[in-house]
């Protein structure tokens, strides 16, 4: 375990002062400290490859080094610009990766990110990105050597971490929380829509609890598909269904992730699948990673999705109207978007999709 102070006091030894990344559980703590750093020292990115290019840019204006940090399951957002750009041989740019290694061998994850986590390392060397992995505060002097072989050889350098090896969290879980508006909504919405509905939902709690107020309720309408990875994509799975199936298509999406890939509203809005339903669940965090803030808050989304091509917006706040909302929303020809604004906070002991392809066969039946 490494305190999460002594790691950020490395960083600051070898003169690392700008930090940019998208959120992960394992860097919650990380996270947390770096959420008190003013706007221009550390900058929440929507998606991996812009907080990697974010960093190149911050090196060109300030010969220092950036510091990026990513869950490895991003690694795919940021290959491009970090091959095609920051490689050694293309313009060599130095930078610190801190990278939330889920999966890593021998630990006990989910399978998506038992894949990732098995490739991590053999990806970082393919691109030629030495690294070291951090267990403990020894570690430290190591991480270190490290930044200095990035900066002399203005290279990007990374660094692993594992799951629990940060402490000293002061983070306030939003478990703690008793309303959680995002099961009152998943509850009303099951009851809700026709039986030959199919459903899309989004990485983290949306389809943890979807799967799970399914299965405790026995709720038969509609089949879900869970985006357990790819987070940022349930709406193109969701646009592609559309395109082919005759029934409505429901996209339960999260701000953060509506944000990691928001061209795809473009690709929607030119599509006019008349049966593309996109719901919104905007609570402006990343709640299932430590609530980190997205600033999805005072987006006008109505006047985005219009301008984009969407037919219908809708909007709700109050739990007592979802059923109103839903139902407006089933009736409107697409593609329509209703955003709820929803509270932090989840179900107790969240159960977990498993058996990734019998729900996959489920949902093509
Ligand atoms: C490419 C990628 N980057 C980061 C993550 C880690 N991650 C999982 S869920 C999540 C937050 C999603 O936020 P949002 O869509 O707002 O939903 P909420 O967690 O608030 O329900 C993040 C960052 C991931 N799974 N994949």
Redesign the pocket.
Same mark, same amino acid.
């Given at each position: 375990m490494t305190n999460v102070d002594d790691f950020i006091n490395s960083l600051k030894k070898k003169n690392i002062r700008f930090f940019t990344g #998208?959120? =992960?559980?394992v860097l919650k703590q990380l996270s947390f400290i770096l959420d008190k750093k003013k706007s221009n020292e550390h900058v929440v990115a929507t998606?991996?490859g812009s907080a990697i290019s974010l960093g190149i840019g911050y090196y060109l204006a300030t010969k220092k080094m950036p510091c990026v940090y *990513?869950?490895n399951? %991003?690694l795919?957002?940021a290959i491009n610009p970090l091959i095609s750009i920051a490689h050694k041989k293309v313009y060599s740019i130095p930078m610190l990766l801190i990278i939330g290694w889920r999966g890593a061998p021998k630990s006990n994850d989910e399978p998506q990110h038992m894949i990732k986590g098995k490739i991590t390392r053999s990806l970082l060397k393919l691109l030629n990105i030495k690294f070291i992995i951090l267990s403990n505060k020894k570690d430290l002097k190591k991480l270190e050597k490290l930044i200095t072989f990035g900066l002399q050889n203005k290279a990007p350098v990374a660094c692993l971490i594992r799951k629990n090896t940060f402490i000293n969290s002061k983070i306030e879980t939003s478990e703690k929380i008793k309303k959680n508006t995002?099961e009152i909504f998943i509850e009303d919405f099951l009851k809700t829509i026709p039986k030959n509905s199919k459903i899309v939902s989004?990485?983290?709690?949306?389809s943890r609890e979807l799967f799970q107020i399914r299965k405790q309720n026995k709720i038969k309408n509609g089949k879900d598909f869970y985006m357990v %990875?790819g &987070? %940022?994509h349930a709406s193109m799975v969701s646009l592609g269904i559309s395109s082919k199936f005759k029934g409505q298509v429901f996209c339960l =999406? %999260? =701000?953060?992730? *509506?944000l &990691?890939h928001m061209g795809s509203l473009r690709t929607i809005g030119n599509f006019k699948s008349k049966n593309f339903k996109h719901i919104l *669940?905007n609570?402006n &965090?990343?709640?299932? #990673?430590g609530g980190q803030v997205?600033h999805?808050k005072n987006i006008n989304f109505n006047k985005l999705v219009k301008s984009l091509g969407y037919k219908n917006y809708f909007k709700v706040n109050d739990e007592f109207n979802y059923v109103k909302a839903i139902n407006k929303l089933i009736k409107s020809s697409g593609p329509s978007l209703l955003e709820i604004k929803i509270n932090p906070g989840t179900i107790k002991n969240l159960i977990r999709p498993k058996n990734f392809l019998k729900i996959k066969e489920e949902f093509i039946k």
């Open positions: #998208v959120p =992960d559980s998606n991996e *990513l869950q399951s %991003g795919g957002n995002r989004t990485t983290g709690y949306t %990875g &987070m %940022g =999406d %999260g =701000d953060g992730s *509506l &990691m *669940l609570n &965090m990343h709640e299932s #990673v997205t999805a």
